[in-house]
């Protein structure tokens, strides 16, 4: 095979090829040059930072035949002879597969052997932390007094699991990850260098999904190479990389911020349509949020965005949102992280999470203090309208009690989805049969309930967040939902949610889910029929007093103000 990888043609072979890793670097070559290096070096780090190529280089330069030195000529015996593997002298150990006791003990009796071809014999141990403990013990005491020609380099990415008789024992270096400037530069010049042709916006995006590793960028640069055809382009490598185009993030961030739930819903679609990694969609997404709160606060932090390239678009979007926004929208997405986490329909739950973010009001108003002025003055407009309304009925309220007109009866709004159909029956039943006591019953135990259910069902618990207990009777219970979807999800859910609930009522309740809109619409149809026939039950759909069959019909005051604020706002006292 002649063919041979990225990674590997261009592996480091000498201190300045060794990316992102100057404060290493810089103090393992004065220690070579004024010959005061250890016996015994700790490499931590990332995979793919460069901790086995700086322990080859290190061999080297300190067997080179010009030492001491710098950087390894790369061109005398020794440096040729250790690159290609022929010189015994120095040893690279895969901890993962040589983890035992035997083969340690097999290095402590050959270490006080000299070496055959080059000044000193260097282990390299890597993933040092697979050594079993036993085997940690044997190496205890060589790595403590070791011959004069013997260095020990240890790499590991776990640096927590070694002992800490061992990591005494050595001078410790701690790799970090790359930065995404520091990887563009180096893969410009391979690419160059390999007669490739590419944007730079594709190498900042492989940079991006490297995520601080020398050697997967290359490996991701590699597989788009062999995706591409001529020029390898930016949808080339979002193919490659299962990525978002940091341009579709910003539509589903803008959808989200104009609350336009229809454009956020279809762009989640169109993207998991074309096989993109949900997983990755939102992890995607945070970091991106996370660049633009980052850039709001201090837009000389260029250099440190994880996920985004400050382009016009992004500016824009940056001052369009506030931090209170961005900072919802990260719980948001969090949230939905963990949840898809135990579920096999990770879509569902972004859908969820879309849904909510639609929900986050505000996105704008601390950048638009004149739209924000305009609006109040809009609403106080109307409250005035609404009271002035409200005065004229109370000077009639008399009148309209003696002679209410009839009104025509209207049927709910059926749903505008077709995925659900609303029981409306099953509904009525429920509100006919529904008690005060019976609602209090359920609202006083629903906290506890939903703690429950977060630790019994996970997706469960995230489906009735924005629910909320509306009426109930001695056998079921409705639920409120803002969207269809979550009535069908809670459906699905109903065999883990229902003798859960019964635990906490004391008595099995049958869930009936409703969207937001039709409980409504229901309810005042309620309403309007108890008033006509007051000895059709004894309590409203809340299970509230004061029903007409008791005697205190509702005044057209009350009604009308039901109708303008909702259930929610009023509080009614005698």
């Given at each position: 095979m002649s063919y041979q990888a990225l990674y590997r043609v261009w592996r480091?072979?000498?201190?300045?090829?060794?990316?992102?890793?100057?404060?290493?670097?810089?103090?393992?070559?004065?220690a070579i040059e004024q010959n005061k290096f250890s016996h015994a070096y700790l490499f931590s780090g990332p995979r793919g930072t460069g901790k086995t190529s700086a322990?080859?280089?290190?061999?080297?330069?300190?067997?080179?035949?010009?030492?001491?030195?710098?950087?390894?000529?790369?061109?005398?015996?020794?440096?040729?002879?250790?690159?290609?593997?022929?010189?015994?002298?120095v040893i690279e150990i895969d901890a993962a597969s040589n983890n035992g006791v035997e083969q340690i003990r097999e290095i402590r009796d050959k270490?006080?052997?000299?070496?055959?071809?080059?000044?000193?014999?260097?282990?390299?141990?890597?993933?040092?932390?697979?050594?079993?403990?036993?085997?940690?013990?044997?190496?205890?005491?060589?790595?403590?007094?070791?011959?004069?020609?013997?260095?020990?380099?240890?790499?590991?990415?776990?640096?927590?699991?070694?002992?800490?008789?061992?990591?005494?024992?050595?001078?410790?270096?701690?790799?970090?990850?790359?930065?995404?400037?520091?990887?563009?530069?180096?893969?410009?010049?391979?690419?160059?260098?390999?007669?490739?042709?590419?944007?730079?916006?594709?190498?900042?995006?492989?940079?991006?999904?490297?995520?601080?590793?020398?050697?997967?960028?290359?490996?991701?640069?590699?597989?788009?190479?062999?995706?591409?055809?001529?020029?390898?382009?930016?949808?080339?490598?979002?193919?490659?990389?299962?990525?978002?185009?940091?341009?579709?993030?910003?539509?589903?961030?803008?959808?989200?911020?104009?609350?336009?739930?229809?454009?956020?819903?279809?762009?989640?679609?169109?993207?998991?349509?074309?096989?993109?990694?949900?997983?990755?969609?939102?992890?995607?997404?945070?970091?991106?949020?996370?660049?633009?709160?980052?850039?709001?606060?201090?837009?000389?932090?260029?250099?440190?965005?994880?996920?985004?390239?400050?382009?016009?678009?992004?500016?824009?979007?940056?001052?369009?949102?506030?931090?209170?926004?961005?900072?919802?929208?990260?719980?948001?997405?969090?949230?939905?992280?963990?949840?898809?986490?135990?579920?096999?329909s990770p879509k569902v739950f972004i859908e969820i999470a879309m849904l909510n973010m639609v929900e986050v009001r505000g996105g704008g108003e601390s950048k638009a203090a004149p739209v924000q002025s305009g609006v109040v003055d809009q609403l106080s407009k109307k409250i005035d309208e609404l009271e002035k309304q409200l005065t004229a009925l109370k000077q009639r309220a008399p009148e309209a009690g003696s002679q209410t007109p009839a009104r025509q009866k209207r049927a709910p709004a059926k749903s505008g989805r077709k995925g659900y159909n609303v029981p409306y029956e099953r509904i009525r039943q429920v509100l006919n049969e529904a008690s005060k006591e019976e609602i209090k019953n359920v609202q006083?135990?629903?906290?506890?309930?939903?703690?429950?259910?977060?630790?019994?069902?996970?997706?469960?618990?995230?489906?009735?967040?924005?629910?909320?207990?509306?009426?109930?009777?001695?056998?079921?219970?409705?639920?409120?939902?803002?969207?269809?979807?979550?009535?069908?999800?809670?459906?699905?859910?109903?065999s883990t949610i229902e003798p859960l609930l019964t635990e906490f009522v004391g008595k099995p309740l049958t869930i009936i889910p409703i969207p937001e809109a039709n409980w409504q619409e229901i309810r005042e149809e309620y309403v309007r029929k108890q008033k006509h026939n007051p000895d059709d039950g004894e309590g409203g759909p809340d299970g509230e007093e004061g029903s007409p069959s008791a005697g205190n019909e509702e005044e057209p005051l009350v009604t009308e103000a039901r109708k303008h604020f909702g259930d929610d706002l009023i509080e009614i006292q005698d």
């Open positions: 480091p072979r000498n201190f300045e090829g060794v990316v992102g890793q100057e404060h290493i670097t810089r103090t393992l070559q004065n322990a080859k280089i290190f061999a080297q330069a300190v067997n080179c035949e010009r030492a001491p030195v710098k950087e390894p000529c790369n061109e005398c015996d020794a440096c040729l002879g250790i690159q290609d593997g022929s010189i015994s002298d270490v006080k052997y000299a070496p055959s071809a080059v000044p000193y014999k260097v282990y390299i141990i890597d993933e040092v932390h697979m050594l079993s403990m036993g085997a940690f013990n044997a190496l205890l005491k060589t790595l403590e007094e070791p011959p004069k020609h013997v260095l020990f380099i240890l790499a590991t990415t776990e640096p927590h699991k070694i002992p800490l008789t061992i990591i005494s024992r050595c001078q410790r270096f701690d790799f970090k990850r790359i930065s995404q400037k520091a990887m563009v530069g180096r893969m410009e010049k391979i690419t160059a260098a390999e007669n490739i042709t590419i944007e730079k916006e594709a190498l900042e995006i492989v940079a991006l999904t490297a995520e601080g590793g020398m050697r997967d960028a290359l490996s991701l640069l590699d597989q788009a190479v062999s995706y591409s055809d001529e020029e390898v382009t930016i949808d080339d490598v979002l193919a490659v990389t299962g990525s978002v185009s940091q341009a579709k993030l910003t539509n589903v961030i803008r959808a989200l911020l104009d609350q336009d739930a229809k454009a956020a819903l279809e762009a989640v679609d169109d993207l998991i349509q074309q096989g993109k990694d949900p997983g990755r969609f939102v992890f995607d997404l945070i970091y991106y949020l996370r660049d633009l709160l980052l850039f709001q606060s201090a837009p000389d932090l260029e250099h440190n965005l994880e996920r985004a390239i400050p382009d016009p678009s992004f500016r824009e979007l940056s001052g369009e949102l506030t931090p209170a926004w961005i900072q919802q929208a990260i719980r948001e997405l969090n949230n939905c992280q963990q949840e898809m986490k135990w579920t096999t006083g135990r629903w906290a506890d309930f939903m703690e429950a259910l977060k630790q019994n069902n996970a997706p469960a618990h995230a489906t009735l967040l924005n629910s909320k207990p509306r009426a109930a009777s001695p056998k079921a219970l409705v639920l409120a939902f803002r969207y269809d979807i979550h009535c069908s999800l809670a459906l699905e859910h109903q």
